[in-house]
């Protein structure tokens, strides 16, 4: 996949756990780890404003594009 989610990155930055993060996000671990792993296929516009919030950070904080 060309697009790498870094949520793994943002969250070791800000010293947060997944499950901090779920509740604050209010999705489920499982979910998040989903995203955390690489293997979503998509992501809301709401969870991202979420993420964003929570972590303090902007979308291109999370989301890379790396050509293949």
């Known amino acids: 996949m ?3 989610i870094n ?3 943002q969250l070791a930055k800000k010293k947060m756990s997944v499950t901090e993060l779920s509740e604050k996000v209010g999705i489920t671990m499982a979910n998040i780890s989903i995203l955390k792993n690489g293997k979503a296929k998509a992501i809301r516009f709401s969870t991202l404003e979420a993420i964003c919030v929570a972590l303090d950070c902007q979308p291109g904080d999370l989301l890379e594009y790396h050509p293949d």
Do not use: E
């Open 2 to 4: 060309a697009i790498i």
């Open 7 to 9: 949520v793994d990155v």
